[in-house]
């Protein structure tokens, strides 16, 4: 028998992160298509770089000028015609060039917005010529495979909960019964709920669980391999607890007993009742202590 508890929960995205540029510029192209899968690498938008790239151009021009007036003046220098000063200036200028070089490099892939991870794009809130700065979203990426789901637990039950715990759990308007493991247990009682923030994994392949969905979850706290489970029908409520019957050499015995979980069919016995005693699940109302009861098999 498992012992579950049942909570709320929600379905969050394995990764997710909204489109954002670096720096600020006209968009000249958006390459998504909303709601459809993107690959890692695939380019999203491109921004305005023609100005960049026309400085980019002259770097590279002066690039080549300092260059060879740096061999020039490593050669002068060699033969002690300039002072170590020149030709160290001369060095400095390349030096400088080479610097504004990769700093414009650095500058030019930024006007290129690529998807960070495989996943499905959503709603995308800019067009194709607006001016766009670091603060604009311009749409958000979503992985859903494997699916995550975030639950809290009651505080009392902590240290029942451990990584690789299984769940079981079902989306709402689904009724099909789904599994996952937990994967991570926040490091602290939350002050104002007194609960326990957990989250698990589960395989999301067709993409079908989507982020924000509610789901019912069952947690397994422990998993007894010996437990004696009898029919809730055979339970008989009473003031000071509970009782159910038992055939003993043909008699009917009342049994107190001390229960656990219940399940929708079936109550775990802690006390009371021992493996092979057979329990009487019918004609409740009509049984006493002491009068003959005759089983008779049931044959399917």
Same mark, same amino acid.
């Given at each position: 028998?498992?012992?579950?508890?049942?909570?709320?929960?929600?379905?969050?995205?394995?990764?997710?992160?909204?489109?954002?540029?670096?720096?600020?510029?006209?968009?000249?192209?958006?390459?998504?298509?909303?709601?459809? /899968?993107?690959?890692?690498?695939?380019?999203?938008?491109?921004?305005?770089?023609?100005?960049?790239?026309?400085?980019?151009?002259?770097?590279?021009?002066?690039?080549?000028? @300092?260059?060879?007036?740096?061999?020039?003046?490593?050669?002068?220098?060699?033969?002690?015609?300039?002072?170590?000063?020149?030709?160290?200036?001369?060095?400095?200028?390349?030096?400088?060039?080479?610097?504004?070089?990769?700093?414009?490099?650095?500058?030019?892939?930024?006007?290129?917005?690529? /998807?960070?991870?495989?996943?499905?794009?959503?709603?995308?809130?800019?067009?194709?010529?607006?001016?766009?700065?670091?603060?604009?979203?311009?749409?958000?990426?979503?992985?859903?495979?494997?699916?995550?789901?975030?639950?809290?637990?009651?505080?009392?039950?902590?240290?029942?909960?451990?990584?690789?715990?299984?769940?079981?759990?079902?989306?709402?308007?689904?009724?099909?019964?789904?599994?996952?493991?937990?994967?991570?247990?926040?490091?602290?009682?939350?002050?104002?709920?007194?609960?326990?923030?957990?989250?698990?994994?589960?395989?999301?392949?067709?993409?079908?669980?989507?982020?924000?969905?509610?789901?019912?979850?069952?947690?397994?706290?422990?998993?007894?391999?010996?437990?004696?489970?009898?029919?809730?029908?055979?339970?008989?409520?009473?003031?000071?607890? @509970?009782?159910?019957?038992?055939?003993?050499?043909?008699?009917?015995?009342?049994?107190?007993?001390?229960?656990?979980?219940?399940?929708?069919?079936?109550?775990?016995?802690?006390?009371?009742?021992? /493996?092979?005693?057979?329990?009487?699940?019918?004609?409740?109302?009509?049984?006493?202590?002491?009068?003959?009861?005759?089983?008779?098999?049931?044959?399917?």
């Amino acid at each position: 028998f498992e012992r579950r508890l049942v909570v709320t929960g929600t379905i969050l995205a394995n990764e997710s992160v909204e489109v954002k540029t670096e720096t600020s510029g006209k968009i000249m192209g958006i390459y998504f298509t909303e709601g459809q /899968a993107v690959k890692k690498g695939s380019l999203l938008i491109k921004i305005d770089d023609e100005e960049l790239r026309a400085q980019h151009e002259k770097q590279k021009y002066n690039k080549k000028l @300092n260059e060879d007036n740096e061999f020039r003046q490593r050669k002068l220098l060699e033969k002690e015609a300039i002072s170590q000063e020149e030709y160290d200036n001369a060095l400095n200028r390349l030096n400088t060039t080479s610097a504004d070089i990769r700093l414009l490099e650095a500058q030019l892939a930024k006007t290129t917005i690529t /998807a960070p991870f495989d996943g499905f794009i959503g709603f995308r809130y800019v067009s194709e010529g607006a001016y766009i700065i670091p603060s604009t979203t311009i749409a958000t990426l979503y992985n859903l495979n494997p699916a995550k789901l975030e639950f809290s637990i009651p505080a009392k039950h902590a240290s029942k909960v451990s990584v690789k715990n299984k769940i079981y759990f079902t989306i709402e308007s689904h009724t099909a019964k789904l599994t996952g493991e937990v994967y991570a247990v926040e490091p602290q009682i939350d002050a104002s709920t007194r609960t326990l923030k957990i989250r698990a994994s589960t395989p999301n392949h067709k993409g079908k669980m989507l982020p924000g969905q509610f789901v019912t979850i069952q947690l397994v706290l422990e998993h007894v391999p010996n437990a004696i489970m009898i029919p809730t029908e055979s339970v008989v409520p009473e003031q000071d607890g @509970n009782k159910v019957f038992v055939l003993v050499d043909g008699k009917v015995k009342e049994a107190r007993i001390s229960a656990g979980e219940r399940t929708e069919k079936t109550l775990e016995i802690l006390e009371g009742l021992k /493996a092979g005693d057979t329990v009487l699940t019918s004609g409740i109302l009509q049984l006493r202590p002491g009068i003959p009861v005759n089983v008779t098999r049931i044959v399917n």
